[in-house]
């Protein structure tokens, strides 16, 4: 069993900033990604920001320079600190783990159930 639990997010006005975190659990053996997603309404979901296991990290040409996503490792919390916000960035993000399993070692993905966040203008 693996569990994500997201938090933070909500409202914010256009040029403001907010942050979301999100904390891995369960039968992990190894994380091979953890990265932010979002899906606005009648859009498809589109990856915002994901680190690797090895700490490297890519981003949505949309939110470079703006959005900055890190991790603690020891607490296996991926965080998406995110600036200068635009009405364009409201949507439902949701954390997404690639991991390997304990004990088979089989690769994975879950999916956080996603937190809102709007940005007024």
């Known amino acids: 069993q693996v569990q994500l639990v997201e938090s933070g997010g909500g409202l914010v006005q256009a040029g403001g900033s907010l942050s979301v975190s999100c904390a891995a659990s369960?039968?992990?053996?190894?994380?091979?990604?953890m990265g932010w997603y979002r899906q606005a309404p009648g859009k498809q979901r589109e990856l915002v920001a994901g680190?690797?296991?090895?700490?490297?990290?890519n981003y949505a040409d949309s939110v470079k320079g703006r959005f900055t996503i890190f991790r603690d490792n020891a607490k296996n919390t991926v965080y998406l600190q995110m600036n200068s916000l635009k009405p364009e960035d409201t949507a439902v993000y949701y954390c997404?783990?690639?991991?390997?399993?304990?004990?088979?070692?089989?690769?994975?993905?879950?999916w956080g159930q996603g937190t809102q966040v709007t940005v007024s203008s």
């Open positions: 680190i690797s296991g090895g700490g490297s990290t």
């Open positions: 997404k783990l690639d991991y390997e399993t304990v004990p088979d070692r089989r690769v994975s993905a879950y």
């Open positions: 369960g039968s992990i053996f190894r994380i091979i990604f």
